[in-house]
């Protein structure tokens, strides 16, 4: 894997761990409604759920993509400029 792979996934990896915690806490308040612990509990698992979530489309959301090539083909490119 290369490392701007790594480097995106470990930011979608805190990016979903955020807002994990955020929505499991919200969540666990209203769903368990004993003071602190619906909170904790609703934050823990949304933080794991999301920080998983961030982990496997990370690269997605930031745009990077792994490059996969085959032998003996390039990409056509063609430039074209403005005036053209």
Do not use: C, W, Y
């Amino acid at each position: 894997m290369a490392d701007e792979e790594k480097e995106s996934e470990k930011v979608g990896s805190m990016a979903g761990l955020g807002a994990g915690v955020l929505m499991g806490a919200r969540l666990g308040t209203m769903l368990i409604p004993i003071p602190l612990v619906g909170t904790f509990a609703g934050a823990l698992v949304g933080g794991v759920l999301g920080s998983e979530l961030g982990k496997s489309v990370g690269n997605a959301l930031l745009g990077r993509t792994t490059k996969t090539e085959v032998e003996g083909e390039e990409p056509e490119v063609e430039i074209r400029r403005p005036d053209e």
